[in-house]
């Protein structure tokens, strides 16, 4: 039972960073008509019945009025078969393809062709054909996937579960043996009190049992949160039934209306604005300690935009390299093989003009790579932690703007 609340693998911020530029590519792509062709295949699917199903769309797209459109989807989806081809079966998490005519300009369009390994499992078999690709899907496997402990309770009933994302899943619900209001007869009123108290403290002790077994070996847990109607959620809290490594991690306790399944996602429409909030606030803290330094009389330990930066990570001097996720250039490497000219810089895209400017022949790109994933990479060799700031706040924002994207706080001055 807990291997399944912590199963569901977590994205690396770069593999997520990764994936959010392919679909940011792919949505800007649009047919000319509704020959675009999205297919998602989930890893439990025969892919000799994808093929089946392909073949079926490929006779009835022959009632397609318009030539072209016909002939483009007939032309993708013949193009999906042969890659198929190439597949036994689908990959682990399933596969994801998209393949169309688009549009680039004027009259003409391009061939072009994704196929995808999602991060996480693909769910539903879908075949689309429309005017633009359809991403849906796997835009949701980008929203975070954080995991929350959630334990919903009142003295009758408590429901333990873990949220993840938009999923809750519930991991155990417990009813209570607290005896109702209801004294029976010829009991005394105090003695009838004492049963009840001692009747909620083993159900409030079951509770926290059942929670730490759950919620200790989550290495990924971020927080708990607790709700119920009433007071009981509140003295369940404060009284430290929670080990105390968890106790440590509750969030807040939230009013739901429901102590069941349906407590559980009251809670988490509840708690959503707050757990935004916390995510925002970690990268707000990490700008502000970047302020904090720059603002130093002496320079303190900051740096910024990317050549100081890149100087800096180079000597191993960055103890913690800010980047931002709006940052969208490429370092772009030069080389005319006839005089020996060479040349890396960085710039929004590849230029067009490749005359090299010494000897006038033609210079060929040598290294074109998108300028995050340099700085991952320089940053993996030297062991510096990286951090992608969203341009969600004022902070993330200045980042972008007025440090050009890359920022460092670092280990130790470098009188840069
Ligand atoms: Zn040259």
Request: charged share 30%; with cysteine; glycine share 8%.
């Amino acid at each position: 039972m807990e291997s399944t609340a912590v199963a569901g693998e977590k994205l690396t911020d770069k593999q997520k960073y990764d994936f959010k530029r392919a679909i940011e590519e792919i949505r800007q792509l649009h047919g000319r008509g509704t020959e675009l062709i999205s297919l998602y295949i989930p890893p439990d699917k025969q892919i000799y019945d994808v093929a089946a199903y392909l073949r079926n769309e490929y006779s009835q797209s022959s009632n397609i009025k318009s030539q072209s459109t016909r002939k483009n989807v007939q032309g993708a989806i013949q193009s999906i078969l042969s890659r198929l081809k190439a597949y036994k079966k689908p990959p682990p998490n399933g596969l994801v393809i998209f393949v169309g005519e688009v549009a680039v300009g004027g009259d003409q369009t391009r061939m072009t062709q994704f196929v995808l390994e999602p991060p996480e499992p693909i769910t539903t078999f879908l075949y689309r054909c429309d005017s633009e690709f359809y991403l849906d899907p796997l835009l949701d496997m980008l929203t975070e996937k954080k995991a929350y402990g959630m334990i919903v309770i009142d003295r009758s009933e408590a429901t333990i579960g873990v949220l993840r994302g938009k999923r809750v899943q519930v991991i155990k619900n417990i009813q209570s043996l607290v005896p109702s209001k209801h004294r029976m007869g010829g009991q005394s009123a105090l003695r009838f009190e004492r049963l009840i108290e001692i009747a909620a403290h083993e159900f409030f002790t079951k509770v926290a049992e059942t929670a730490n077994e759950v919620f200790l070996n989550m290495k990924d847990l971020q927080g708990i949160l607790i709700g119920g109607p009433g007071p009981t959620k509140d003295y369940f809290y404060e009284s430290g039934y929670l080990h105390h490594e968890l106790q440590k991690k509750v969030i807040d306790t939230f009013d739901t209306g429901y102590t069941d399944e349906y407590g559980l996602r009251e809670l988490m429409e509840k708690a959503k604005e707050r757990l935004e909030d916390l995510d925002l606030m970690r990268e707000k803290r990490l700008m502000q300690r970047l302020l904090e330094e720059i603002r130093k009389s002496d320079g303190g330990l900051a740096a910024y935009g990317e050549e100081e930066v890149r100087r800096d990570l180079l000597i191993g001097a960055v103890d913690t390299l800010l980047i931002s996720e709006g940052l969208r250039k490429r370092r772009i490497g030069l080389e005319c093989t006839n005089c020996g000219y060479k040349q890396v810089s960085t710039m929004e895209k590849p230029p067009e003009n490749l005359q090299c400017p010494i000897c006038g022949s033609q210079t060929s790109i040598t290294t074109n790579v998108d300028l995050i994933d340099e700085f991952y990479e320089l940053a993996e060799k030297v062991g510096t932690k990286v951090e992608l700031i969203s341009n969600d706040s004022e902070e993330g924002e200045m980042l972008l703007k007025a440090f050009g994207g890359i920022a460092a706080i670092l280990r130790f001055r470098t009188g840069g």
